[in-house]
């Protein structure tokens, strides 16, 4: 029987209700995860020792199964602010502190989400969204989004015009991107390798110029996880095109950028939502 795991929208109170809690099918997710041979060669770049387990499910734990967890690239345990967190559930507190220690005040790690790779990326958005647009002073900023063809699909603003995206506007200074590439389905890694495109920098309008990408070492295609646009994708198995909001491709051979992931905090925790998860399907 697959494991259904149950999400935990948070109230006002902190409390839950048992009657409107969604459920997510495992297999559904199952489905949209690392289950090919690409991905496995793709995971085993950034490391993936008990990578296995996690397609497996994960054991009850204090996070509960839509809590966004940790993941640790073997060889970062050093290098990264969350290297003795692997697998732990994140926690906001944890963001708000390494970007403490940042030039730019942001922060960013690898993590997982029921099977699926993501990255949480905090921006100091609320302190700067009213600041200069200059170097250094990053926000998030809602772009027009261009498909491959250079056609103009929208704008990132549409996701706060229509409330069926509500639960993907921009809270508590962070985002949660689906961290596949476009390009070859590689898990693009947040200053895991030290180039230009990785230094604690931030230019403004979605350039390429200045760090802070997210940055796919397969073939160097390059994110900006503060742009957020609009844009359409093909799912690779079936041909099948889907309009979503993600955050911007800034170069490299990706074709587009990479989708949001809706989450809640519950207390410090952040936990990821469902509601999109046709998204997260273009690699399978
Ligand atoms: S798979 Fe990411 S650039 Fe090729």
Same mark, same amino acid.
Not at 225 to 230: C, H, S, W
């Given at each position: 029987?697959?494991?259904?795991?149950?999400?935990?929208?948070?109230?006002?109170?902190?409390?839950?209700?048992?009657?409107?809690?969604?459920?997510?099918?495992?297999?559904?997710?199952?489905?949209? #995860? @690392?289950?090919? $041979? *690409?991905?496995?060669?793709?995971?085993?770049?950034?490391?993936?020792? =008990?990578?296995? /387990?996690? +397609?497996?499910?994960?054991?009850?734990?204090?996070?509960?199964?839509?809590?966004?967890?940790?993941?640790?690239?073997?060889?970062?345990?050093?290098?990264?602010?969350?290297?003795?967190?692997?697998?732990?559930?994140?926690?906001?507190? #944890? @963001?708000?502190? $390494? *970007?403490?220690?940042?030039?730019?005040?942001?922060?960013?790690?690898? =993590?997982?989400? /029921?099977? +699926?790779?993501?990255?949480?990326?905090?921006?100091?958005?609320?302190?700067?969204?009213?600041?200069?647009?200059?170097?250094?002073?990053?926000?998030?900023?809602?772009?027009?989004?261009?498909?491959?063809?250079?056609?103009?699909?929208? #704008?990132?603003?549409?996701?706060?015009?229509?409330?069926?995206?509500?639960?993907?506007?921009?809270?508590?200074?962070?985002?949660?991107?689906?961290?596949?590439?476009?390009?070859?389905?590689?898990?693009?890694?947040?200053?895991?390798?030290?180039?230009?495109?990785?230094?604690?920098?931030?230019?403004?309008?979605?350039?390429?110029?200045?760090?802070?990408?997210?940055?796919?070492?397969?073939?160097?295609?390059?994110?900006?996880?503060?742009?957020?646009?609009?844009?359409?994708?093909?799912?690779?198995?079936?041909?099948?095109?889907?309009?979503?909001?993600?955050?911007?491709?800034?170069?490299?051979?990706?074709?587009?950028?990479?989708?949001?992931?809706?989450?809640?905090?519950?207390?410090?925790?952040?936990?990821?939502?469902?509601?999109?998860?046709?998204?997260?399907?273009?690699?399978?």
């Amino acid at each position: 029987m697959a494991r259904r795991f149950k999400l935990r929208p948070v109230g006002e109170s902190g409390s839950e209700s048992d009657d409107e809690t969604p459920f997510i099918d495992r297999r559904e997710f199952m489905r949209h #995860s @690392f289950n090919t $041979a *690409a991905g496995v060669i793709t995971v085993a770049s950034l490391g993936s020792v =008990g990578f296995a /387990s996690l +397609l497996m499910g994960q054991a009850e734990s204090s996070g509960g199964d839509s809590a966004v967890r940790y993941w640790v690239p073997t060889g970062a345990e050093d290098t990264v602010w969350y290297g003795d967190s692997h697998l732990e559930p994140m926690t906001y507190q #944890s @963001f708000v502190d $390494a *970007a403490s220690s940042s030039s730019t005040g942001m922060a960013a790690a690898q =993590g997982v989400w /029921s099977g +699926l790779p993501i990255n949480a990326i905090y921006v100091p958005h609320e302190e700067n969204k009213t600041a200069a647009l200059v170097e250094n002073k990053p926000r998030f900023q809602f772009l027009d989004g261009y498909a491959v063809d250079g056609g103009y699909v929208g #704008s990132g603003y549409e996701m706060d015009d229509d409330s069926q995206f509500e639960p993907l506007r921009i809270h508590d200074n962070l985002i949660i991107v689906f961290s596949r590439c476009p390009h070859l389905c590689c898990i693009p890694g947040w200053q895991l390798v030290a180039n230009e495109f990785t230094a604690d920098q931030w230019f403004p309008n979605g350039t390429d110029s200045g760090g802070n990408k997210l940055f796919c070492i397969c073939h160097s295609s390059r994110f900006d996880p503060t742009v957020i646009e609009k844009n359409r994708n093909t799912n690779r198995s079936d041909g099948a095109q889907f309009e979503y909001f993600g955050i911007k491709r800034t170069g490299g051979p990706a074709p587009v950028g990479m989708p949001l992931v809706p989450f809640v905090l519950n207390g410090d925790m952040i936990e990821a939502l469902p509601d999109f998860k046709d998204w997260y399907a273009y690699c399978d």
